[in-house]
């Protein structure tokens, strides 16, 4: 069973909008979240984190809400750039593992 | 500072053989993690070698195995290939094993079983 879970396979958005991607998690004893981004033919590349004592995280044109009722989360990146075009990947760790458990990725294609 | 980089990039092989993949962390990382990309699977976590030992294990059967060598660098095994091993086998290193220690990725070994 998914523990992280990527519902939208695909985003589009044009350049200079909002683009928001989103992650729901079913274990409730995860405590720090992290999302990643992957271009082809790269590995994936650390883009912003939260820890469930927050509910925001803020970096640049990157921002991650938590919402820990809902098991969800949303990485926001405003405004959008066709560099931004890649697969963003969702990342969960705690209840007694560090080791991140991923979702399956959303692929954001940025049109200019 | 270089990144973490993998060896070779891409491979094809056939059923039933077996291959070695390697990996170099980034200088001054002492934990490397091994992940499998299928496609619409996500990552997958197969091990975690911290100085020179397992520490983590994932999901996968014995055909998977893995070590860390004293400089860090690290390898996977996989015996008697299938096709469903097909996949982007990722390697990240972090400075240390534990909870938000944030992962560097390389670029990914690509293997094609046939």
């Known amino acids: 069973d998914q523990q992280v879970k990527q519902n939208s396979p695909s985003l589009s958005v044009q350049e200079g909008r909002i683009s928001i991607l989103n992650c729901d998690y079913t274990n409730s004893m995860f405590d720090y979240f992290l999302w990643y981004k992957k271009y082809p033919a790269e590995g994936p590349t650390f883009l912003i984190s939260i820890s469930s004592i927050k509910d925001k995280n803020e970096d640049g044109r990157f921002t991650v809400f938590l919402n820990k009722s809902a098991k969800h989360l949303s990485l926001h990146i405003v405004p959008s750039q066709p560099g931004d075009s890649a697969v963003y990947f969702c990342?969960?760790?705690?209840?007694?593992?560090?080791?991140?458990?991923f979702g399956r990725g959303t692929s954001l294609i940025v049109h200019p | 500072k270089a990144g973490v980089t993998q060896t070779p990039r891409y491979l094809i092989k056939t059923r039933g053989q077996q291959v070695t993949l390697s990996c170099s962390p980034i200088s001054g990382h002492r934990s490397v993690s091994w992940y499998q990309q299928t496609p619409g699977q996500g990552l997958q976590f197969l091990f975690e070698y911290f100085s020179e030992t397992q520490r983590n294990k994932g999901n996968f059967p014995g055909r998977f195995s893995g070590r860390q060598f004293s400089n860090s660098r690290s390898e996977m095994n996989v015996s008697t290939l299938e096709l469903g091993d097909s996949a982007l086998y990722l390697c990240a290193s972090s400075f240390s094993s534990g909870s938000k220690n944030t992962q560097y990725f390389g670029p990914g070994t690509r293997l094609t079983v046939l």
């Open positions: 990342a969960a760790e705690g209840g007694g593992s560090y080791i991140p458990t």
